[in-house]
């Protein structure tokens, strides 16, 4: 546990990649296997399972430092993470340093779990007189099953592959499938090559897109790449081997039970096929938001009701194994045809073709992208024919290029303390927009801003709060702030009738008095605007 | 009448000021050698209509200076920053008792424990000599009055090559004057070849963004600031590391600040105000939040 906290404290300081991998590295070369697997797991984005409710936490904590209840809640507002406050408030320990990762993770913290208020008491006391602050603040985020911290697989494949001898996309691939937290899993992740018995319904790792850095002329001839929709929904490969078709999420996930129609439609498809495409919520020929497919997302084994209403579609766009051969080396345009081929011989509706867009010259596309959002698209992608399907996110191959976010003026209301790196400043923003005489809270926000635009803000909310209630600060309506957000629906919870997705500032208005902001009636035009569309009369596509 | 002289309390546009004499030569050194100061040294009284007052060392920074004012019997102790932790640059917090405490409270939190300044520098000269070893510059950020000067009193003086940002030039100037003893630093200007700067430290103010120098492997960057104590500060500024090391009472020094004063009536100022009032509140004492101006931004505010 205390190597595996120093590990964790070690990622969390040093921001430098060489430095990353070279700290996992140093994990993972003498890390016990049953502790090397659970902390590969942790690090990879599996959470424990919340062992003590933390409102006893915050009870136990508070009693152990002396201080009352109320003073313990100051100090989370100002800290802004629970386990640090803890760790901060209690004296260094130490006594069970020897207790292993896994023992925690398998034995102590289950056990927790079951028991009464009093009996947990005893055994989190224990572990805070036992546990330096490293392990102390590792050990409190498994509690509450806030344990965070997280690298990019990649660092870990470079740091494995570093300790093993594997080649890193060996490893990439071996851990597509994910990774369970034993001894056995983890030498199977690191046993020799040739020796393999790789799982064979595994995914192989996904080629990502680049963001579009650079001007579209810089491409060269269009001719040379294909172009289709950015779809707005969860991207999937299905895996057809043997006697099952699995619809792997990038995270690693199965999704076959929250999707059982697309996994029996894809049970048409050909053994040793591995298709790239993307799950959309989508009926009457165009997608239904993003917000839809979470729902089914979320929920296995949907019921006939929920299938009618949100029905899917997974919209096929590459190809990379066929009959068991690995096909990407092979060209775009090779892949696309074979892809083609395979989705009209199995003919189900359910597994479509994303489209490709004709695109005769650069000044065309602008045209196309401006169009997007109104066609339930995030922007365009452009594939270059000739490419191979590359692991990971290369340059030059696939880029992305989003379409202009939704923007309004919106009037500062509330603002409350950040978390984590925002601690103790005003970062959390609620902005509203007029209706009638009235401001109406609209959307949160909390990204957008530079360091010295967060703490011109941070003093501006300091300066004009009205009212307190607890962490959250009522501000004199007088910031004006541009808001942009990539979606727009209706919503009966929302008092302004309206939800937005992933909205942020991207920029402050100073320019601007609070009466010059926008209205309620803006963004219901915003969202008619977007609900009578035409998606009906297809884009102008090639196949 | 001014504590010291950070300039979130020493403002220009007075037209007299009354201060310490070491306060008085940063004053000037300020806001203009024009500016009028009256000096009174620590300890002596001067009689202003009736009511006596005098300035007593609060070990904040060089010539920091607590203000103790009595009338008709009835004594007030307004601490300005004040700091418990021991500091070679300066004299050391010196207890005074009152009827009515006027305490700062910029760290008033019990998460606000200050670890040994010793064991402090002992891990900074940890994390130089290691990049050193790598040949990478160590940019460490302090504030430029005080915290730096304090820095380089601690650090010993064979550990290697230090700069100065050019805003540390004249408050470091002003101590050597004074006669404290500092580590050697040449100014950042005198760096010539690439060289120079790979095995150095370098002192710049908390404003100054940039890495500095030409160098393929950028500066490691670290914080020195009682704020280091909390992880969220120290990832939002992209830091290598933060120390913790602060010129303000952390919550034990500021109970004993109040302990020791004797004091039945505490207003409290900056920082956690309300909840250091209402903790002493529950003691018994008659504590509350001072009204106030727009907070400070020199060495309160979280970076
Ligand atoms: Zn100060
Ligand atoms: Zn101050």
């Known amino acids: 546990m205390k190597r595996f ?133 590792v050990w409190i985020k498994f509690v509450t099953g806030g344990f965070r911290v997280g690298v990019a697989q990649g660092k870990l494949v470079r740091a494995l592959a570093r300790v093993s001898g594997l080649e890193e996309a060996r490893l990439a691939s071996r851990l597509a499938g994910g990774l369970h937290p034993t001894a056995a899993a983890w030498r199977r992740l690191l046993q020799p090559a040739g020796a393999e018995d790789d799982d064979p319904g595994r995914p192989l790792p996904f080629c990502l897109a680049h963001p579009l850095d650079r001007p579209l002329e810089a491409l060269g001839d269009p001719d040379r790449w294909r172009v289709e929709w950015k779809w707005d929904g969860v991207r999937a490969q299905i895996v057809r081997r043997g006697a099952e078709a699995l619809l792997w999420s990038r995270g690693g996930e199965v999704l076959n039970a929250s999707f059982p129609e697309i996994a029996a439609a894809a049970m048409r498809l050909p053994g040793g096929t591995v298709l790239d ?34 029905p899917a579609v997974w919209m096929g766009y590459d190809l990379l194994a066929r009959d068991g051969t690995d096909l990407r080396d092979h060209p775009l345009d090779a892949r696309r045809a074979g892809l083609e081929e395979l989705l009209k011989t199995a003919g189900d509706p359910r597994l479509a073709l994303s489209p490709l867009l004709a695109v005769a010259g650069w000044g065309e596309l602008r045209r196309l992208r401006d169009e997007a ?19 990971g996110r290369r340059r030059g191959i696939w880029y992305k290029w989003k379409a202009d976010p939704f923007r309004v003026d919106a009037v500062l209301t509330y603002a409350r303390r950040g978390h984590g790196r925002r601690a103790g400043l005003f970062t959390d923003y609620t902005f509203s927009v007029w209706d009638g005489g009235e401001l109406v809270p609209f959307a949160r926000a909390y990204s957008g801003l530079d360091a010295a635009e967060i703490r011109a803000v941070d003093r501006f909310v300091r300066r004009n709060a ?78 | 009448m001014v504590t010291h002289a950070h300039a979130d309390h020493a403002r220009p546009g007075c037209g007299s000021y009354l201060a310490n004499p070491e306060t008085a030569r940063l004053l000037r050194l300020r806001l203009g050698a024009a500016i009028a100061v009256q000096e009174l040294p620590y300890g002596e009284i001067l009689d202003l209509g009736g009511v006596r007052l005098s300035l007593h060392p609060s070990g904040h920074i060089r010539g920091a200076a607590q203000v103790r004012l009595e009338h008709r019997g009835e004594v007030w102790v307004v601490t300005g920053d004040v700091k418990t932790a021991p500091d070679p640059t300066c004299l050391p917090y010196e207890p005074v008792r009152g009827h009515g405490l006027v305490l700062e409270s910029t760290f008033g939190l019990p998460v606000f424990r200050w670890p040994e300044p010793a064991a402090v520098v002992a891990e900074l000269l940890d994390w130089w000599r290691g990049n050193a070893a790598e040949g990478r510059t160590s ?121 020791q004063s004797g004091a039945e009536r505490v207003l409290l100022v ?33 970076p």
């Open chain 1, 5 to 137: 906290a120093r590990l964790v404290a070690a990622l969390d300081r040093c921001r430098r990649t060489r430095e990353q991998v070279a700290a996992l590295a140093d994990y993972f070369r003498d890390a016990p296997p049953e502790d090397a697997a659970w902390a590969a797991c942790l690090l990879l984005g599996r959470r424990p399972r919340p062992a003590v409710p933390t409102a006893r936490l915050r009870r136990f904590a508070a009693a152990a430092a002396g201080i009352p209840e109320w003073l313990f809640a100051a100090c989370y507002e100002r800290v802004g993470d629970l386990a640090e406050t803890i760790t901060l408030l209690l004296p260094e320990g130490r006594g069970l340093e020897g207790v292993p990762l896994h023992a925690w993770l398998e034995e102590r913290l289950p056990a927790l779990r079951g028991l009464e208020e009093e009996a947990q008491r005893g055994c989190v006391l224990e572990a805070w007189r036992g546990l330096d602050r490293t392990a102390r603040l």
């Open chain 1, 277 to 310: 495409g993307e799950l959309l919520a989508f009926r009457a020929g165009r997608p239904l938001g993003f917000e839809r497919l979470q729902r089914r997302l979320g929920r296995r084994d949907p019921g006939p009701r929920l299938l009618a209403e949100i």
């Open chain 1, 373 to 391: 959002r109104r066609r339930g698209a995030e922007g365009l992608l452009l594939k270059r024919r000739d490419a191979p399907y590359a692991m």
């Open chain 1, 466 to 543: 009205r009212e307190r209630f607890g962490p959250v600060r009522a501000v004199r309506p007088e910031l004006v702030c541009e808001i942009a957000f990539e979606d727009i629906r209706r919503s009966a919870r929302h008092k302004s009738g309206v939800a937005v997705r992933f909205p942020r500032i991207v920029r402050l208005r100073p320019d601007k008095k609070a009466a010059e902001a926008d209205t309620v009636a803006a963004l219901r035009a915003l969202l008619k605007e977007k609900e009578t569309a035409p998606w009906n009369e297809p884009p102008s596509a090639t196949s």
């Open chain 2, 139 to 259: 940019l460490l950020f302090a504030y430029a009055l005080g915290k730096a000067q304090r820095i380089l009193a601690a650090l010993p003086a064979g550990a290697g090559p230090i700069f100065l940002h050019p805003a540390l030039e004249a408050p470091t100037a002003a101590y050597r004057a004074e006669g404290v003893r500092l580590a050697p630093a040449r100014r950042l200007a005198a760096a010539g070849a690439r060289g120079d700067l790979a095995a150095a430290l370098v002192l710049a103010p908390p404003s100054a963004a940039a890495a500095p120098g030409p160098g393929r492997s950028p500066a490691a960057r670290a914080f020195a600031s009682g704020w280091m104590q909390l992880r969220g500060l120290r990832r939002r500024r992209a830091l290598d590391r933060g120390f913790v090391l602060s010129d303000h009472a952390d919550w034990p020094g500021l109970l004993a600040v109040v302990r």
């Open chain 2, 270 to 302: 900056h920082g956690s105000a309300p909840e250091l009032a209402r903790f002493l509140k529950e003691q018994g004492l008659r504590a509350e939040a001072a009204p106030q101006e727009a907070a400070g931004e020199e060495d309160e505010a979280p």
